[in-house]
């Protein structure tokens, strides 16, 4: 069965060119099927039943699993069978018609447009660090990329001149997303100092070294930007969040806020539909004259 896996691993990096890191979550919650089917002495992936999984499922949720962590097992035990299917090893698809226990559904955390232009309208000193760390907050908020997709980021993915920046997403999708003005006047103002680092390669964010930034240092940089101008957490994800938030509740536009952020199911957007609401309802509680009641009104 490990044999197999492995084998489906290396379809998905060479074939999908899945990211390594959604090749690790899958690898990793495939190895819990496989540790399930070794203590239930299950030879190979044709003898997994759908009682069986069912069985495994509830045992990880009791342990504390959560349903999106469970819904995502499933997802990868489905197209490990889709490939075992197509090669010819497996006939059937234990996940199949088998749904994750349901949770709490956790809305994503935002920035208010107030918090948001606090954040990135301070003062910005005139130096290497202060300018590309003020580039990247702009970029994360202006075109609402991914940790990942910003990282990755190199110089001929920029056009400036016409406010756009091609990404390459989850699956290796591209897509060309719009660049603000504020954004681009940072990413000038950044790209001015980039070479004092004499850069190693063609990445857009460098260290003093000349090194690409990796995730890390990114996620410590906009910490501290969160804490220094904001007195809060804030992680670049919640940077994409609430562009995709602000821009819903500004176009109500959902479709066009799904191409931009990249979703494959526009099911995985409609989150942001119910942030919008809650802010509707926010402002018709403290707004409307008979939104509230006193204790004792009948």
């Known amino acids: 069965m490990r044999e197999r896996l492995e084998a489906y691993c290396t379809h998905l990096r060479s074939e999908r060119q899945v990211s390594a890191h959604t090749l690790d979550a899958y690898r990793r919650d495939l190895l819990k099927v496989v540790g399930f089917c070794e203590k239930e002495q299950l030879a190979s992936w044709d003898a997994l039943t759908i009682q069986q999984l069912r069985r495994l499922v509830a045992r990880l ?3 504390g699993q959560s349903s999106r962590s469970l819904a995502r097992l499933l997802s990868a035990v489905r197209g490990l069978y889709r490939y075992l299917n197509r090669e010819g090893i497996c006939s059937h698809d234990p996940a199949n018609g088998l749904a994750a226990p349901k949770g709490e559904r956790r809305l994503p955390k935002t920035l208010d447009t107030d918090r948001a232009l606090q954040l990135l309208e301070g003062a910005v000193e ?3 660090l202060a300018h ?15 940790l990942s997709e910003l990282t990755s980021l190199n110089l001929e993915q920029l056009d400036l001149a016409d406010g756009l920046v091609q990404v390459h997403g989850k699956g290796s999708k591209t897509r ?8 681009r006047a940072a990413l000038e103002q950044w790209l ?36 220094r101008e904001l007195g809060q957490n804030l ?24 191409e931009m952020l990249g979703h494959a199911d526009i099911a995985t957007t409609q989150i ?7 802010h509707l309802a926010s402002v018709y ?8 009641r006193k204790g004792g009104d009948s």
Request: glycine share 6%; aromatic share 6%.
């Open 176 to 183: 060309v997303l719009p660049v603000g003005r504020k954004a």
């Open 235 to 258: 992680h670049p994800h919640m940077l994409r969040h609430s562009f995709a938030s602000h821009l819903l509740e500004s176009s109500q536009d959902l479709r066009a806020v799904q």
């Open 272 to 278: 942001y539909t119910h942030l919008d609401f809650q």
């Open 285 to 292: 509680d403290s707004a409307h004259p008979r939104a509230k």
């Open 132 to 146: 590309r760390d003020q580039a990247i907050l702009e970029l994360f908020y202006s075109s609402g990329l991914r």
């Open 61 to 63: 949720h009791q342990q």
């Open 192 to 227: 001015a100092l980039r070479g004092m680092s004499n850069p190693i390669d063609d990445a857009v964010f460098v260290s003093q070294q000349g090194r690409r930034l990796g995730p890390r240092a990114i996620q410590v940089r906009v910490k501290a930007a969160g804490e």
């Open 126 to 128: 005139d130096d290497f």
